[in-house]
């Protein structure tokens, strides 16, 4: 059957058309990626802390931005000998409690009756490291510390930052991987069961910050940068996960810094070939850095 259409008709669909495609221009990209749902951005009522399961031994959390704006995450990983906990937030709360109800739950499916809790970070700023005095009278518990000699003795680095260091948690290994240049005791940790990259404020979809002044920290920003791809390049990385998202959905978009709310927000979870897109742009940038806006990541040095 022949359909005949008029001008009118035909103008009708052709803005239609048009709409759609608007939308979806301005819609959230879609990535692929290790949580069942989307993070909370501040924008209605959510708890203090967002708790996202990677698999039966991995959690990921989240610090509400309305607790404070840096909004951080948190990561769990559980052996059978000790659970690691890398970072412990920065303040405004309590996350103490979620974490000893996580500790416990876990503990009483495998049917442990001790373990001991390892707190470590990726870095030594407050935003990471405000929860620690949360665990200073928790019994097996070790806390590492903040500088560079501290992360070095505690994880058997025997060159610092050249060398990477196994650390077991029991029937579980994670890979310690030397990254100052954000910041000097900065560390990534690859996860063998989950393949999972922890970058810290090395690489996440934000503004990663390298300071220039008094010292100039870019050089040995790029040389972690070089080092965590050689290490990991055959690994067979699943994500890489940051320690923020600062980027809109929007590519090269990024929010007003301590903006209360995150609207239209970019997933946490990076590919792989984003650490090798900022390997190659700061390999090209020589000894100093410079602005330098990517689609998921801003290159941001700081005066």
Same mark, same amino acid.
């Given at each position: 059957m022949l359909v005949h259409w008029s001008i009118r008709a035909l103008s009708?669909?052709?803005?239609?058309?048009?709409?759609?495609?608007a939308?979806?221009?301005?819609? +959230?990209?879609?990535?692929?990626?290790?949580?069942? $749902?989307?993070?909370?951005?501040? !924008?209605?009522d959510e708890p203090i802390m967002q708790v996202q399961r990677v698999d039966a031994d991995t959690y990921?959390?989240?610090?509400?931005? /309305?607790?404070?704006?840096?909004? =951080? @995450?948190? @990561?769990? @990983?559980?052996?059978? $000998?000790?659970?690691? *906990?890398?970072? #412990?937030?920065?303040?405004g709360l309590s996350i103490r409690p979620t974490i000893e109800q996580l500790i416990g739950q876990w503990m009483s499916?495998? /049917?442990? !009756?001790?373990?001991?809790?390892?707190?470590?970070?990726?870095?030594?700023?407050?935003?990471?490291?405000?929860?620690?005095?949360? @665990?200073?009278?928790r019994a097996n518990t070790v806390l590492v510390?903040? !500088?560079?000699?501290?992360?070095?003795?505690?994880?058997?680095?025997?060159?610092?930052?050249?060398?990477?260091? =196994?650390?077991? *948690?029991?029937?579980? $290994?994670?890979?310690?991987? +030397?990254? =100052?240049?954000?910041e000097k005791a900065e560390i990534a940790f690859f996860d063998r069961q989950t393949r999972l990259l922890l970058t810290g404020d090395a690489l996440y979809p934000?503004?990663?910050?390298?300071?220039?002044?008094?010292?100039?920290?870019? =050089?040995?920003?790029?040389?972690?940068?070089?080092?965590?791809?050689?290490?990991?390049?055959?690994?067979?990385?699943?994500?890489? *996960?940051g320690n923020h998202i600062e980027m809109t959905s929007k590519p090269g978009r990024d929010y007003p810094m301590h903006t209360p #709310?995150?609207?239209?927000?970019?997933a946490l979870q990076l590919p792989y070939a984003s650490l090798l897109e900022l390997q190659k742009a700061v390999d090209a940038m020589g000894e100093n850095a410079r602005l330098d806006v990517h689609d998921d990541f801003i290159i941001y040095p700081l005066p």
């Open positions: 009708a669909l052709l803005v239609g058309l048009m709409a759609v495609a939308i979806a221009a301005d819609a +959230p990209r879609q990535q692929a990626g290790p949580f069942a $749902e989307a993070w909370h951005d501040g !924008s209605g990921v959390l989240r610090q509400s931005v /309305k607790t404070n704006f840096e909004a =951080p @995450f948190m @990561f769990l @990983f559980f052996g059978h $000998e000790r659970a690691l *906990l890398v970072d #412990t937030g920065a303040g499916l495998n /049917k442990l !009756s001790t373990l001991q809790l390892v707190i470590a970070h990726t870095h030594a700023h407050g935003d990471h490291v405000a929860g620690d005095r949360e @665990f200073a009278d510390g903040h !500088s560079p000699e501290q992360v070095a003795a505690f994880f058997h680095i025997h060159s610092w930052p050249n060398d990477v260091a =196994p650390f077991d *948690l029991g029937g579980r $290994e994670i890979d310690i991987i +030397p990254m =100052p240049g954000h934000g503004r990663l910050y390298i300071s220039s002044s008094p010292s100039n920290q870019f =050089p040995a920003f790029r040389d972690s940068v070089d080092r965590v791809v050689t290490y990991t390049r055959s690994l067979n990385v699943s994500w890489v *996960l #709310t995150h609207p239209a927000e970019h």
